[in-house]
Structure formats: C-alpha cells, structure tokens
C-alpha cells in the first residue's frame, strides 16, 4: 500500500525514477480497487452511483498511470516517450513489458539517482 501511495503522491511527476515494485505495487492496489468497484456495481444491481464513481475513479487515475510509467521507464534509462511502443502492433505491448519487468539501472543516469541503490 505504501507504494500506491507514493505513486499517487507523484501522480503528477513525469520525472525521476520508480523502482521495479513500486510500478507493478501501484498497478496491482489500482487493479483491485477497480476490481472491487466491478463486483460492487454488479452486486448492488447495477447501481448508478457505483457506475459513476467507478468511472470517476478511472479518469482520475489515468495521469498517476502514465506518470509511474514514465518514471519507470527512466529507471532502466528510456526515455518516456517510449511508452508509445505499445501501438505498435502485435509486438508493442510485449516490448513495454519487457521493459516493466527489467532490473533497475543500478547507476546514475540522465534521469536521476537509482532509488534502488540509493542509501
């Protein structure tokens, strides 16, 4: 949950760096709210109000998204740009989460210092 945290704290951040967990931490808490939000719209029959906030919160979410994208891609020293890759298609979306799952860059790079290494 810290993690979720962090990400929404620099939610509007484009630069720096996220570590490996903090991305795919984020994207997991994110992915059961919304799950939860799924299965209470469709317990409560359908309700307008869970539509809506459902809806509200997936809107609201989209910007804290692609900014720890953004960060993790400077992590492995990308550029953020290259979260366009993943139009490409067929093999696009592989390519992005190839590099969602590799190891952080444990130097310093143009983006800033390592989060993970850092002491």
């Known amino acids: 949950m810290n ?3 962090l990400a929404i704290k620099n939610g509007l951040n484009f630069s720096g760096r996220a570590r490996r967990s903090e991305y795919w931490m984020f994207g ?10 799924f299965v209470l719209f469709f317990m409560t029959h ?3 109000f869970i539509f809506i906030l459902m809806n ?3 809107l609201v979410m989209i910007v804290p998204n692609i900014a720890v ?4 891609l400077h992590d492995i020293n990308k550029s953020g740009w290259y979260f366009w ?8 979306i592989f390519v992005l989460f190839y590099f969602l799952v590799m190891d952080s860059q444990g130097e310093t790079n ?10």
């Open 69 to 72: 994208l953004v960060r993790r």
């Open 85 to 92: 890759v993943c139009l490409i298609p067929l093999v696009g």
């Open 110 to 119: 143009q983006y800033g210092i390592s989060p993970k290494y850092q002491q």
């Open 3 to 5: 993690w979720y945290i």
């Open 56 to 58: 509200l919160y997936g």
């Open 46 to 48: 359908a309700n307008y």
């Open 28 to 37: 997991l808490v994110h992915a059961v709210i919304f799950l939860l939000l």
